[in-house]
């Protein structure tokens, strides 16, 4: 086990890496001149120069590399051509509104799933059911993102279109989750307000995960459920949801588990639509300004930082099925 | 590519449905905390950026937005009378030009104090302009870039000399960016700091003369500006303003909507119809221009060039574009510049009907997306129409700069919009028009074009200094390398209670912060 | 796995009668899905005619309301909505159909190499795989097109340089389960070159399984692609990709609904449809 999980690590490590050396190639690639966006348009060629030596421009590619790969590990992640920061309190200013975003999903998305799988390993072979679910996963995010903005807002009025808060000085500190905030800060109206905000935005991201989480969900509840020891239990008296909670769900989460980990790339190109849509000042609308303002740097580090999560999930998500089921660390 | 129009859909489904249905849900409604009278108890103005300033030092920017904040803190020596291009004393009370426009000689308001608390004499004037003299690769260097010399005669008075005529100086002066009178704090040897000549100081710091103090630099997040006691001029109403950095123009529009800031600038043109009551518009013609840059490198044949140029025609499509707030071009210069006696006209597309153009790229900035995208869009269907294929090119501003050094490998058509440094006719020509200037960004060089503008820098008389800058522009129309497109307005968005909000021709996208008031 | 007919007389019949059988096996959705499957592509491939106007030129006022003339309104600049989502299809079907088609074709050649050479070169062609399955495929083809700038070209490129591990993994666990069964093993002990092994036993085997995945994957890459393109990463303006359609016309949403709805809707039909007729094809290879 300890062998599994170490070599999972360190894996880990080897993917980063080649993941910050496809980033640095694909910095090396663009045609327009970091030395000229960092002077402006008029600085004469003699300063343009004088900063491409600055910036390292005229080095072979390999020692730019490990610079860049030395500036990475001190948390540097270059200028933003657009707000002219360092992209990485770019990054920090941002962060905090994706992550509230993104746990809101999770546990939508868990619960959701959970629901899902079980009404229907309970009910067996609705077509009309297993239908509305294939439906679910084929639209695109943002026909459900349009969707739920038309209908619980425009028409019905139920919930706000978009950003986090309505309140004119929202408290800024300490977690920077505003849900939480409000009620450290004894201002529950605050985080009423947040959870109002959140609402649209965290259900539609939350709806292709918990159909694909659902689905793997309920066939390995299926499959579990004919296991032997079910029946086992079944003879010894358990009621149908003890057997549910105590041997169905834990030995059917595996399959569940690594589906978690697939969809948490999707989500992440689902964030980016979905604080488009909802202007959620996060780091997907971030990233979307970036990429309409061709903003290399900040496109890259938010990549690099999505991608790095993604990596490390990956990983933990592989330990955490080892835990849960020994025999895969085995394999 | 309408990235950015996203963000103004929320802006406009509040606003449809606030006005409509009234079913906004909760918090997202109209007026949010518009209860009292605009700036609140303290009286503070608070708007938004939507780019960060790359720079305060007044010697050393190209602020666009920031310009409101500038000014507010610095002056130069004269300025344009509100609304015009009529030139009048700012620290200058009064002044004196030679005949052959190589000399002048400014009397200086006494009494006026630094934000440091000292006092400005001539030795400061003499001081700031140095600056620029001496550091010629400043971002507006060039605006002092002919000095011979700067006398200081006496404490209130300063004659500077020039090496060759400029019947443009005066007008240079009353540029947003010109030069300012910069206080005695940029210039300790600390903060002047060798060669660094207090760039790194003057980024973060002022000393100006300014009614507003900068109180708060928090780069990335907000400026605050405060009201300077010790003004020489009449005190301002507001006793500041509040200033953040919001990236995303549809934050800015949602929380203008929400009453947490007060004005904006750059509010979407096609939106423009439908802003919602109570916020009002402002909006003013300004010295900018919006062209459209042809590549005469890639499109060598002079029928093609005029058979785009016949498929672009402003004329049946640019108001509509803009919601109205946009006049097909008289000329290549906005026409609060130049007019021309009759209007130029672009040739008609039955007589190129035979004219064979390749496909072309039409390219805008990365900046400009808001700006220049629905006439991008209109542009490329008037080609198709003409049966000439196009498609759109997102650029991210720094590549524009570099099209010049390569103009082949350039985009054929490239839609920017120009402000000037000042009224002077020649300060468009001697950025875009002339050969090898920075802004021309795809090389078009025309000798004889040059030899009119260089008679119209030096000749003295106002009215053949307007025909040669005129007839100089219209060889650059003709050949269809530079096509005039529109007068654009530009717009300003702001809650009711807000009255005197001043405007210059010479100033894009903000008012005069020390002169705005709250209507009673 | 049936046994191979024998006997050319009895081949035509046989084979009808046995895709008749195939049909019988599918329920009506999975026929709406083959169906409409095969329609989307047909619409697609002949776009050009079947649009009523040029998807490219003003043809009315702007913002129209849907009409008979334009049964899906105009949009910003006059271009009638409906043109324009027709011509749209092919700009999202071929290209998913391109990125599935690269993906088998790499990740199916490295999985079968792998499957059937084993060794050293399963390990390291496996590893490759490995290596590209953890890395972050769709922010990785984002930062790429960023870089490289848009386009549908390039698009294509840098999904299908991330698909293809998919496709590797699965051929190379078919290969495996195929090799493994008792006829295959008594080919091989027949000493039967590797080249027949692929060819009759090999392939055959394969294929149906790789042919259901890619079928229901062309619905994922749909959504992939039309992502792409609403964060405009596609072919530039005024190409009437759907999904940047969508993103250019959100503004639009609540005086002029229609102008957002009607891309959104057509990439969900074709996505819908791709899955729906991927379960066709399933069961159709079930009972065979």
């Given at each position: 086990m300890?062998?599994?999980?170490?070599?999972?690590?360190?894996?880990?490590?080897?993917?980063?890496l080649?993941?910050?050396?496809?980033?640095?190639?694909?910095?090396?690639?663009?045609?327009?001149?970091?030395?000229?966006?960092?002077l402006?348009?008029?600085?004469?060629?003699?300063?343009?120069?004088?900063?491409?030596?600055?910036?390292?421009?005229?080095?072979p590619?390999w020692?730019q590399y490990?610079?860049y790969?030395?500036?990475?590990?001190?948390g540097?992640l270059?200028l933003?051509?657009?707000?002219?920061?360092?992209?990485?309190s770019?990054?920090?200013t941002a962060?905090?509104?994706?992550?509230?975003l993104?746990?809101?999903?999770?546990?939508?998305a868990?619960?959701?799933?959970?629901?899902?799988?079980?009404v229907?390993g309970?009910?067996?072979?609705?077509?009309?059911?297993?239908?509305a679910?294939?439906?679910?996963?084929?639209?695109?995010i943002?026909?459900?993102?349009?969707l739920?903005?038309?209908?619980?807002?425009?028409?019905?009025g139920w919930?706000?279109?978009?950003g986090?808060?309505?309140?004119?000085?929202?408290?800024t500190g300490?977690?920077?989750l505003?849900?939480?905030?409000?009620?450290?800060?004894?201002?529950p109206?605050?985080t009423?307000?947040?959870?109002?905000?959140?609402?649209?935005?965290?259900?539609?991201?939350?709806?292709?995960?918990?159909?694909?989480?659902?689905?793997?969900l309920?066939?390995?509840?299926?499959g579990?459920?004919r296991q032997?020891?079910?029946?086992t239990?079944?003879?010894?008296?358990?009621?149908?949801?003890?057997i549910?909670?105590?041997?169905?769900?834990?030995?059917a989460?595996t399959a569940?588990?690594?589906?978690?980990?697939?969809?948490?790339?999707?989500?992440?190109?689902?964030?980016?639509?979905?604080?488009q849509?909802?202007g959620?000042?996060?780091?997907?609308?971030?990233?979307?300004e970036?990429?309409?303002?061709?903003?290399?740097?900040a496109?890259?580090?938010?990549?690099?930082?999505?991608?790095?999560?993604?990596i490390?999930?990956?990983?933990?998500?592989?330990?955490?099925?080892?835990?849960?089921?020994?025999r895969v660390?085995?394999? | 590519?309408?990235?950015r129009?996203?963000f103004?859909a929320i802006?406009v489904?509040?606003?449809a449905?606030a006005?409509?249905?009234?079913?906004?849900?909760?918090?997202?409604?109209?007026?949010?905390?518009?209860?009292?009278s605009?700036?609140?108890?303290d009286?503070?103005?608070?708007?938004?950026f939507?780019e960060?300033?790359g720079?305060?030092?007044?010697?050393?920017?190209?602020?666009?937005?920031?310009?409101?904040?500038?000014?507010?803190?610095?002056?130069?020596?004269?300025?344009y009378?509100?609304?015009?291009?009529h030139?009048?004393?700012?620290?200058?009370?009064?002044?004196?030009?030679s005949a052959d426009?190589?000399?002048?000689?400014?009397?200086?308001?006494?009494?006026?104090?630094?934000?440091d608390?000292s006092?400005m004499?001539?030795?400061?004037?003499?001081q700031?302009?140095?600056?620029?003299?001496?550091?010629?690769?400043?971002?507006?260097?060039?605006?002092?870039?002919?000095v011979k010399s700067?006398?200081t005669p006496?404490?209130?008075?300063?004659t500077v000399?020039?090496?060759?005529?400029?019947?443009?100086?005066?007008?240079?002066?009353c540029?947003?960016?010109?030069?300012?009178?910069?206080?005695?704090?940029a210039?300790t040897?600390?903060?002047?700091?060798?060669?660094?000549?207090?760039?790194?100081?003057?980024?973060?710091?002022?000393?100006?003369?300014?009614?507003?103090?900068l109180t708060t630099?928090?780069?990335?997040n907000?400026?605050?500006?405060r009201?300077?006691?010790d003004?020489?001029?009449?005190?301002?109403?507001?006793n500041?303003?509040?200033?953040?950095?919001?990236?995303?123009?549809?934050?800015?529009?949602?929380q203008?909507r929400?009453?947490?800031?007060?004005?904006?600038?750059?509010?979407?043109?096609q939106?423009?119809?439908q802003?919602?009551?109570?916020?009002?518009v402002?909006?003013?013609?300004?010295?900018?221009?919006?062209l459209?840059?042809?590549n005469?490198h890639?499109i060598?044949n002079?029928?093609?060039?005029?058979k785009?140029?016949?498929?672009i025609?402003?004329?049946?499509?640019?108001?509509?574009?803009y919601?109205?707030?946009?006049?097909?071009?008289l000329?290549?210069y906005a026409?609060t510049?130049?007019?021309?006696t009759?209007?130029?006209?672009?040739?008609?597309?039955?007589?190129?009907?035979?004219?064979?153009?390749?496909a072309?790229?039409v390219?805008?900035?990365?900046?400009?997306?808001?700006?220049?995208s629905?006439?991008?869009?209109?542009?490329?269907?008037?080609?198709q129409?003409?049966?000439?294929?196009?498609?759109?090119?997102?650029?991210?501003?720094a590549?524009?700069?570099?099209?010049?050094q390569?103009?082949?490998?350039?985009?054929?058509?490239?839609?920017?919009?120009?402000?000037?440094?000042?009224a002077?006719p020649?300060?468009?020509?001697?950025?875009?028009?002339?050969?090898?200037?920075?802004?021309?960004y795809?090389g078009?060089?025309?000798?004889q074009?040059?030899?009119?503008f260089?008679?119209?820098?030096?000749?003295?008389?106002?009215?053949?200094?307007?025909?040669?800058?005129?007839?100089?522009?219209?060889?650059?129309?003709?050949?269809?390398?530079?096509l005039?497109?529109a007068?654009?307005?530009?717009?300003?968005?702001?809650?009711?209670?807000?009255?005197?909000?001043v405007?210059?021709?010479?100033?894009?996208?903000?008012?005069?912060?020390?002169?705005?008031?709250?209507?009673s | 796995?049936?046994a191979?007919?024998?006997?050319?007389s009895?081949?035509?019949?046989w084979?009808?009668?046995?895709?008749?059988?195939?049909?019988?096996?599918?329920?009506?959705?999975?026929k709406?899905?083959?169906?409409g499957?095969?329609?989307?592509t047909?619409?697609a491939?002949?776009s050009?005619?079947?649009?009523?106007?040029?998807?490219?030129?003003?043809?009315?006022s702007?913002?129209?309301?849907?009409?008979?003339?334009?049964?899906?309104?105009?949009?910003?600049i006059g271009?009638?909505?409906?043109?324009?989502?027709i011509?749209?299809?092919?700009?999202?079907?071929?290209?998913?159909?391109?990125?599935?088609?690269?993906?088998?074709?790499i990740?199916?050649?490295?999985?079968?190499?792998?499957g059937?050479?084993?060794g050293w070169?399963d390990?390291?062609?496996?590893?490759?795989?490995?290596?590209?399955?953890?890395?972050?495929s769709v922010?990785i083809?984002?930062?790429?097109?960023a870089a490289?700038?848009?386009?549908?070209?390039?698009?294509v490129?840098?999904?299908?340089?991330?698909?293809?591990?998919?496709?590797?993994?699965?051929?190379?666990?078919?290969?495996?389960?195929?090799?493994?069964?008792?006829?295959?093993?008594?080919?091989?002990?027949?000493?039967?070159?590797?080249?027949?092994?692929?060819?009759?036993?090999?392939?055959p085997?394969?294929?149906?399984?790789v042919?259901?995945?890619?079928?229901?994957?062309?619905?994922?890459?749909?959504?992939?692609?039309?992502?792409?393109?609403?964060?405009g990463l596609?072919?530039?303006?005024?190409?009437?990709?759907?999904?940047a359609?969508?993103?250019?016309?959100?503004d639009?949403?609540?005086t002029?609904?229609w102008?957002?709805?009607?891309?959104?809707?057509?990439?969900?039909?074709i996505?819908?449809?791709s899955?729906?007729?991927?379960?066709?094809?399933?069961?159709?290879?079930?009972?065979?």
């Amino acid at each position: 086990m300890i062998r599994f999980i170490t070599w999972r690590l360190v894996g880990m490590v080897v993917v980063i890496l080649s993941m910050t050396f496809i980033v640095f190639l694909l910095r090396s690639v663009v045609p327009s001149d970091p030395a000229r966006a960092a002077l402006g348009s008029s600085a004469p060629l003699a300063a343009v120069r004088a900063e491409r030596v600055a910036l390292g421009l005229n080095h072979p590619l390999w020692q730019q590399y490990r610079h860049y790969l030395g500036q990475l590990l001190h948390g540097n992640l270059g200028l933003s051509v657009t707000t002219l920061n360092p992209v990485r309190s770019d990054i920090a200013t941002a962060l905090p509104a994706s992550l509230e975003l993104l746990l809101a999903a999770a546990i939508l998305a868990i619960v959701m799933a959970v629901v899902l799988a079980t009404v229907q390993g309970l009910l067996r072979g609705t077509s009309v059911f297993s239908h509305a679910m294939v439906a679910a996963g084929s639209a695109p995010i943002f026909l459900t993102g349009l969707l739920m903005t038309y209908i619980f807002w425009f028409r019905l009025g139920w919930f706000p279109s978009s950003g986090r808060t309505s309140i004119a000085d929202p408290p800024t500190g300490p977690t920077k989750l505003l849900v939480i905030d409000g009620l450290l800060h004894g201002r529950p109206g605050v985080t009423v307000n947040a959870l109002e905000h959140l609402a649209l935005p965290a259900l539609t991201l939350a709806l292709p995960m918990s159909v694909a989480i659902g689905r793997t969900l309920r066939s390995s509840i299926v499959g579990v459920l004919r296991q032997d020891y079910i029946r086992t239990a079944r003879s010894k008296g358990l009621t149908e949801f003890k057997i549910l909670v105590r041997h169905v769900l834990r030995n059917a989460s595996t399959a569940a588990i690594s589906m978690t980990g697939l969809q948490i790339g999707l989500l992440f190109a689902n964030l980016i639509i979905v604080e488009q849509i909802f202007g959620w000042p996060g780091l997907g609308l971030y990233l979307s300004e970036a990429l309409s303002r061709s903003d290399l740097n900040a496109t890259l580090g938010v990549a690099l930082l999505f991608g790095i999560t993604y990596i490390v999930i990956n990983a933990l998500v592989d330990v955490l099925q080892a835990v849960a089921d020994p025999r895969v660390s085995l394999e | 590519m309408r990235t950015r129009k996203v963000f103004v859909a929320i802006a406009v489904a509040l606003t449809a449905i606030a006005t409509s249905c009234g079913s906004s849900g909760s918090g997202s409604g109209g007026g949010g905390s518009s209860g009292g009278s605009v700036g609140g108890a303290d009286k503070v103005l608070r708007t938004a950026f939507n780019e960060d300033v790359g720079n305060i030092d007044p010697d050393n920017n190209f602020e666009v937005e920031g310009l409101g904040m500038i000014e507010a803190m610095y002056q130069g020596l004269l300025q344009y009378a509100p609304g015009t291009n009529h030139i009048e004393g700012l620290l200058a009370k009064s002044w004196t030009a030679s005949a052959d426009a190589k000399t002048f000689t400014f009397q200086l308001r006494t009494g006026v104090k630094f934000h440091d608390g000292s006092t400005m004499t001539s030795a400061n004037v003499k001081q700031s302009f140095e600056r620029r003299v001496h550091n010629q690769d400043f971002f507006t260097g060039y605006f002092l870039g002919d000095v011979k010399s700067i006398q200081t005669p006496s404490p209130s008075t300063i004659t500077v000399t020039l090496n060759h005529s400029n019947y443009g100086f005066l007008d240079s002066l009353c540029s947003p960016w010109g030069p300012k009178v910069i206080g005695p704090q940029a210039f300790t040897p600390a903060h002047v700091d060798g060669k660094d000549a207090s760039k790194t100081w003057l980024s973060k710091h002022e000393d100006g003369t300014g009614p507003y103090v900068l109180t708060t630099y928090d780069r990335g997040n907000e400026y605050s500006l405060r009201r300077f006691a010790d003004y020489w001029g009449p005190k301002p109403y507001f006793n500041g303003y509040d200033i953040k950095i919001i990236p995303s123009l549809e934050q800015e529009i949602l929380q203008l909507r929400a009453g947490q800031l007060d004005f904006v600038d750059q509010y979407p043109f096609q939106q423009l119809g439908q802003v919602p009551a109570p916020l009002k518009v402002l909006s003013w013609n300004t010295l900018g221009m919006e062209l459209a840059i042809v590549n005469t490198h890639r499109i060598t044949n002079q029928a093609e060039r005029q058979k785009i140029a016949a498929a672009i025609n402003p004329q049946s499509w640019i108001s509509q574009a803009y919601s109205g707030y946009a006049t097909p071009a008289l000329s290549n210069y906005a026409k609060t510049m130049l007019t021309p006696t009759t209007p130029w006209t672009y040739p008609q597309l039955s007589s190129f009907k035979s004219v064979h153009v390749p496909a072309l790229t039409v390219a805008y900035a990365s900046d400009d997306i808001s700006l220049q995208s629905q006439a991008a869009d209109e542009i490329i269907a008037k080609l198709q129409a003409a049966g000439i294929s196009a498609s759109a090119r997102v650029m991210p501003t720094a590549q524009f700069d570099n099209t010049a050094q390569a103009p082949a490998k350039a985009p054929d058509i490239m839609l920017v919009h120009f402000y000037p440094d000042d009224a002077f006719p020649g300060s468009l020509a001697y950025l875009v028009f002339q050969c090898g200037t920075p802004l021309n960004y795809l090389g078009y060089c025309n000798k004889q074009a040059d030899t009119l503008f260089n008679a119209g820098f030096t000749n003295p008389s106002a009215a053949g200094r307007s025909q040669q800058f005129l007839q100089g522009a219209k060889l650059g129309f003709d050949a269809g390398s530079f096509l005039g497109l529109a007068d654009l307005k530009d717009v300003i968005v702001y809650r009711p209670g807000l009255a005197n909000l001043v405007t210059y021709p010479v100033l894009p996208w903000n008012f005069n912060y020390a002169l705005a008031t709250a209507s009673s | 796995m049936q046994a191979a007919p024998v006997g050319p007389s009895a081949r035509s019949g046989w084979r009808a009668a046995r895709w008749r059988g195939q049909l019988r096996g599918t329920t009506w959705s999975d026929k709406i899905g083959l169906a409409g499957v095969l329609l989307v592509t047909i619409v697609a491939l002949f776009s050009s005619f079947l649009v009523p106007h040029n998807p490219l030129i003003p043809v009315a006022s702007p913002f129209q309301h849907p009409t008979g003339a334009h049964p899906l309104g105009t949009d910003n600049i006059g271009r009638d909505e409906f043109s324009r989502v027709i011509a749209g299809l092919r700009l999202t079907w071929f290209p998913a159909l391109a990125v599935v088609a690269i993906g088998v074709a790499i990740g199916g050649t490295i999985g079968l190499l792998s499957g059937v050479y084993g060794g050293w070169l399963d390990r390291i062609l496996q590893r490759l795989t490995d290596l590209f399955l953890v890395i972050p495929s769709v922010l990785i083809a984002i930062a790429v097109i960023a870089a490289i700038g848009p386009g549908v070209g390039h698009t294509v490129i840098a999904i299908s340089i991330f698909w293809w591990p998919w496709y590797s993994r699965l051929v190379r666990g078919e290969v495996k389960a195929i090799a493994a069964r008792p006829h295959v093993e008594a080919a091989r002990l027949a000493k039967a070159s590797r080249w027949r092994l692929l060819t009759r036993y090999v392939l055959p085997g394969a294929i149906p399984t790789v042919l259901v995945t890619a079928t229901l994957d062309i619905a994922n890459v749909i959504l992939i692609v039309s992502l792409f393109s609403f964060l405009g990463l596609g072919a530039p303006a005024p190409a009437p990709e759907l999904g940047a359609m969508t993103a250019g016309t959100l503004d639009s949403l609540t005086t002029s609904w229609w102008l957002p709805l009607s891309p959104a809707v057509a990439i969900f039909l074709i996505a819908y449809l791709s899955n729906l007729a991927g379960d066709g094809l399933r069961h159709m290879m079930r009972t065979a």
